[in-house]
C-alpha cells in the first residue's frame, strides 16, 4: 500500500470556522490531489499539486484552499466552513504525469453544523 | 468537459452470481479507463485499468474491455462472492487535461448476499 496518511480521520465543526485538513505520504510522488465524495457525485476533484508550491484549481475550488511547502504534505482549508462542505474528503497521490495511477488515502470524514 | 456515467445501484446478486457494472465516458481526447473500488471505511484502490482502445484490464476475477466505439467500459465478473460487497467507480484520465486529473462516476453499490 502506498504510504498516504490523512488527519484528522474525523472531524466536526461549526459553520464559520476555520478548518484545515492534512495529507502526508511517505513516497516522494510529485503530485498530490484532494477530492471530496458525496452521493451521487462520485469524487471531484478540488485542488491538486504538481510539485512544492505549484498547486491548482480542480472542478469545486470554491470555498477551499490549499499549501504545499514540502513534498510530502499537502494543507486543505477551508477558511470559513459551511454546511454544503460536509463531506468525506480524499487525498491521493500519483507519481508522474504519465503514470495514470492514483493512490489514495483513507479519507477524513467532516461535518459542518 | 469530460464526464462518467455508471449505472446507479445498489446491485444486489447472490453469491456466484454473474455481475456487470456499466460505465460509459465522453472525453475531449482519447483518455485511459479506470476501474476503483471502495471497501466500507476506506479508500479508493485501483481495481483494473486500460490505457487504449480494445485493451482488456483484468484484476481478482473482474474484467473490462475499452470499447471506443461505444465509448464503454463495462466491468464484469463471472462469479461474485459476497467480499466483493463494495462501491465501484470507473473514471477516465484524460491525457488533454494538465495534471492527471481523474474524473469519476457516481459509483456503484454492489451487495453480495449469501
Known amino acids: 500500500d502506498a504510504g498516504i496518511t490523512q488527519s484528522p480521520r474525523h472531524k466536526v465543526t461549526e459553520t464559520g470556522t476555520p478548518v484545515t485538513l492534512r495529507c502526508h505520504q511517505t513516497e516522494n510522488h510529485r503530485y498530490m490531489y484532494w477530492y471530496r465524495q458525496d452521493p451521487g457525485h462520485g469524487l471531484r476533484l478540488i485542488h491538486y499539486?504538481?510539485?512544492?508550491?505549484?498547486?491548482d484549481k480542480g472542478e469545486v475550488s470554491d470555498g477551499y484552499s490549499v499549501s504545499r511547502s514540502k513534498t510530502e504534505d499537502f494543507l486543505l482549508t477551508l477558511e470559513s466552513a459551511t454546511s454544503s462542505q460536509t463531506s468525506v474528503y480524499f487525498c491521493?497521490?500519483?507519481?508522474?504525469?504519465?503514470?495514470?495511477?492514483?493512490?489514495f488515502g483513507p479519507g477524513t470524514r467532516l461535518t459542518v453544523l | 468537459g469530460d464526464s462518467v456515467t455508471q449505472m446507479e445501484g445498489p446491485v444486489t446478486l447472490s453469491e456466484e452470481a454473474f455481475l456487470t457494472i456499466n460505465c460509459t465516458y465522453t472525453?475531449?481526447?482519447?483518455?485511459?479507463l479506470f476501474w476503483y473500488v471502495q471497501y466500507p471505511g476506506e479508500g479508493l484502490q485501483l481495481l483494473l485499468k486500460?490505457?487504449?482502445?480494445?485493451d482488456k484490464g483484468s484484476n481478482k476475477g473482474f474484467e473490462a474491455t475499452y470499447r471506443k466505439e461505444t465509448t464503454s467500459f463495462h466491468l464484469e465478473k463471472g462469479s461474485v462472492q459476497v467480499s466483493d460487497s463494495a462501491v465501484y467507480f470507473c473514471a477516465l484520465r484524460d491525457p488533454v487535461d494538465a495534471g492527471n486529473m481523474l474524473t469519476f462516476g457516481g459509483g456503484t453499490r454492489l451487495m453480495v448476499k449469501p
Open positions: 491521493a497521490i500519483s507519481e508522474s504525469l504519465g503514470t495514470d495511477t492514483q493512490y
Open positions: 499539486s504538481y510539485g512544492v508550491k505549484d498547486t
Open positions: 486500460a490505457t487504449k482502445a480494445d
Open positions: 472525453a475531449t481526447g482519447y483518455p485511459s
